[in-house]
């Protein structure tokens, strides 16, 4: 492992101004989107609309660090010919892969999951450092309800978080270590901070028991926040706040970045929450966004399956990703948004 080029790598990705493109959808979840757009999930429609986003040239130079795809989207080639890779390379993003296999029911613990993916993994990244990935992400998912987490999801969770970033690292690939906790409950903000801080904790002790050098990874976590169904929404300030002194309590300052899923959030609220954390500013770490649906949303409808929207979508994407760097900067303002309206 050679830790220099993992850590120039690790800081790339979270360059100011600039963030990570989540282009990972699996086939289920991307049919999901299309059908909202009704738009058939062909392997060719999938590969025009991806296209569309790496040839934005625009968002993919001045705002794209990086693009996380899936194991379909890295073997696909352009309508041209063009690896697609080659498209996110020559735009100077760093191309990314999604390797995790999804989940499975986790025994003795009902409505709870674990991701898999361990078994053949060391020879896939070989093949997918071969075809240009230079950082991959493994997503673990800690849902919150009565009686859930268990330490034993948590446990099991950051176990297989830190074994799939000790092998990312002896491939000479960077990891994205993403430790889910999701938002759809109705739990109050101070619930998912208590569990977000246990998760994030035993996910840094499993990555030191795995000697995963910590400057060459970056954390994907989710923000302090309310869950969707909590009758009361934390205010943007707050979850600002209590998502930076959570981050404090449990991130070591070895770490490069942070870059933040979007976890269901609308595309200004991830965008407004992003930016108050610049705004206080005084961080061991870079923050940025590290978002799928909160930078794909606006292109997907503006674009809806037809050639003729390419620009239109091109624009929104490039207007998404513009508001997002400069939030990673602690630069944005909401007047902006309705500017570009």
């Known amino acids: 492992m050679n830790l220099s080029d993992l850590n120039k790598i690790a800081l790339a990705m979270v360059t100011p101004g600039k963030g990570i493109l989540a282009a990972d959808e699996s086939s289920g979840t991307i049919k999901k989107r299309f059908d909202a757009i009704k738009v058939d999930s062909t392997e060719d429609n999938r590969r025009d609309y991806r296209e569309m986003l790496f040839r934005s040239q625009e968002a993919m130079s001045k705002y ?10 890295i073997w696909q080639n352009a309508k041209d ?9 020559q735009a100077g993003a760093i191309p990314g892969i999604k390797v ?3 989940t499975q029911a986790l025994p003795n613990c009902p409505g709870e999951l674990v991701t898999v993916g361990l078994d053949k993994l060391a020879e896939r990244l070989k093949k997918y450092y071969e075809r240009g990935a230079r950082f991959a992400k493994w997503r673990a998912v800690i849902d919150i309800g009565p009686r859930i987490p268990t330490q034993t999801a948590i446990r099991a969770n950051a176990h297989a978080l830190a074994r799939y970033a000790a092998l990312c690292q002896a491939a000479q690939i960077v990891p994205i270590v993403e430790p889910e906790v999701l938002m759809d409950g109705d739990h109050d903000i101070d619930r998912c901070y208590e569990v977000t801080q246990r998760v994030l904790n035993r ?7 795995q000697r995963v050098a910590l400057e060459g990874m970056i954390l994907k976590p989710n923000m302090a926040i309310s869950g969707k169904k909590c009758p009361k929404q934390a205010p943007v300030q707050e ?8 981050l404090k309590s449990c991130v070591p300052a070895a770490v490069p970045g942070i870059a933040f899923l979007s976890g269901g959030q609308s595309d200004e609220e991830a ?10 500013g005084n961080l061991p770490w870079r923050l940025t966004f590290s978002y799928g649906r909160a930078l794909q949303a606006a292109p997907q409808k503006a674009w809806s399956g037809k ?11 490039s207007h998404r990703a513009r508001m997002n760097g400069l ?8 007047g902006l948004e309705k500017q570009a309206a």
């Open 64 to 73: 794209i660090s990086g693009v996380i795809l899936y194991d379909e989207t």
């Open 81 to 89: 010919g063009t690896p697609l890779v080659k498209l996110i390379e």
């Open 100 to 102: 995790d296999e999804g």
């Open 203 to 209: 996910t840094f002790q499993e990555l030191r028991v």
């Open 239 to 246: 979850v600002a706040e209590k998502t930076i002194r959570l």
């Open 271 to 280: 965008t407004a929450h992003l930016d108050a954390m610049n705004k206080i």
């Open 307 to 317: 050639p003729d929207n390419v620009p239109a979508g091109q624009r929104a994407f």
């Open 327 to 334: 939030a990673s900067t602690g630069n944005w303002e909401a």
